[in-house]
């Protein structure tokens, strides 16, 4: 395991927090973290398995309320899940989809998108 603050290859185990999770602690700039340290489930009390089924839940339609009922957890902390989810996935795109040389460019739903009408439309002559 690396150190997610300097990056140092070998981290040491440091004890266990309240909850009985393993804490680890860095040689080098002597932080400590958990295994969980910089994932969605960092600080929380939800388990990867039930955070994965509250996303899941909602990528497939359900609303955010509906699945705080399915899961039987609070609405601020679905709320909260996803938030960070979609912040994640935004910093991972940004990261990974660089200098995309691209030639050709479809645009299937442009029209939908800027509410085209018939009246406003462009008449070729």
Request: a positive charge; proline letters at 2%; glycine letters at 4%.
């Amino acid at each position: 395991m690396r150190c997610p603050f300097c990056e140092h290859a070998k981290v040491h185990k440091h004890g266990r927090t309240r909850k009985g999770v393993q804490r680890f602690q860095c040689p080098a700039c002597h932080q400590t973290f958990t295994e969980t340290f910089d994932t969605l489930y960092y600080r929380r009390q939800v388990s990867p398995e039930e955070g994965h089924t509250i996303l899941q839940s909602h990528c497939e339609g359900n609303s955010l309320r509906g699945v705080s009922r399915i899961s039987k957890r609070a609405y601020g902390t679905v709320v909260s899940l996803v938030r960070k989810a979609s912040e994640k996935a935004q910093m991972i795109h940004n990261q990974q989809v660089q200098d995309v040389d691209s030639q050709t460019i479809q645009s299937d739903e442009l029209w939908s998108f800027v509410k085209k009408s018939k009246s406003k439309s462009c008449r070729e002559n």
